[in-house]
């Protein structure tokens, strides 16, 4: 077999372990993202409370999987999950067709960790600095373009001339520009 190889697996998760489930789930996803070729997993359930978990997973090539099928941590990852999931069924998948088939399900998740966002006092600081300025030159335009307008509609004008620019433009400048900062580890 050449190309990408896609893992189909039925399992049955007795469902007061679902947090654990998910947590096992998380675990074999950071493990396997380790070896060479893994190309992402995901799982799906049939509906809300079922028992069959459907869960996939996807390698570059039949070598990778092997690599990663034979690994002394996916034996351990396994293992750890004996009296929460039997397997009931498993499929090789070559080509796309195991990636992108219609999932039947109302409840799929991408077990990839979402990053953390900054603390809110970095992206209180990278709204400050790009608001400042921004209302700082709104306020100086209005003072000669509508000094004589009534102030709510004199501040919803300039709002909403602020707030696309602030959104479109502004914010992901700045956040581009500090990204690094903004995502900095934190410090235990």
Same mark, same amino acid.
């Given at each position: 077999?050449?190309?990408?190889?896609?893992?189909?697996?039925? *399992?049955?998760?007795?469902?007061?372990?679902?947090?654990?489930?998910?947590?096992?789930? *998380?675990?074999?996803?950071?493990?396997?993202?380790?070896?060479?070729?893994?190309?992402?997993?995901?799982?799906?359930?049939?509906?809300?409370?079922?028992?069959?978990?459907?869960?996939?997973?996807?390698?570059?090539?039949?070598?990778?999987?092997?690599?990663?099928?034979?690994?002394?941590?996916?034996?351990?990852?396994?293992?750890?999950?004996?009296?929460?999931?039997?397997?009931?069924?498993?499929?090789? *998948?070559?080509?796309?067709?195991?990636?992108?088939?219609?999932?039947?399900?109302?409840?799929?998740?991408d077990l990839r960790p979402?990053?953390?966002?900054?603390?809110?006092?970095?992206?209180?600081?990278?709204?400050?600095?790009?608001?400042?300025?921004?209302?700082?030159?709104?306020?100086?335009?209005?003072k000669d373009f509508a000094?004589?307008?009534?102030?709510?509609?004199?501040?919803?004008?300039?709002?909403?001339?602020?707030?696309?620019?602030?959104?479109?433009?502004?914010?992901?400048?700045?956040?581009?520009?500090?990204?690094?900062?903004?995502?900095?580890?934190?410090?235990?």
């Amino acid at each position: 077999m050449t190309g990408p190889v896609t893992v189909s697996i039925t *399992r049955h998760v007795d469902p007061s372990q679902e947090a654990q489930m998910l947590a096992w789930l *998380r675990a074999g996803t950071e493990l396997a993202e380790r070896f060479d070729g893994f190309l992402g997993s995901g799982w799906v359930r049939p509906e809300e409370g079922s028992t069959d978990w459907h869960m996939l997973y996807r390698f570059a090539s039949q070598a990778n999987l092997e690599s990663w099928e034979l690994s002394a941590q996916r034996r351990w990852w396994l293992d750890s999950a004996q009296g929460i999931v039997d397997e009931s069924s498993r499929e090789h *998948r070559t080509g796309i067709e195991g990636w992108f088939d219609e999932p039947s399900s109302v409840d799929v998740q991408d077990l990839r960790p979402s990053p953390r966002p900054p603390p809110r006092w970095k992206q209180m600081c990278a709204i400050f600095l790009v608001f400042f300025p921004l209302s700082a030159a709104a306020n100086y335009l209005a003072k000669d373009f509508a000094a004589d307008w009534w102030l709510p509609v004199r501040v919803l004008v300039t709002v909403a001339v602020m707030t696309p620019i602030m959104t479109y433009l502004a914010l992901p400048w700045i956040t581009a520009l500090l990204r690094p900062w903004l995502n900095a580890p934190r410090k235990a």
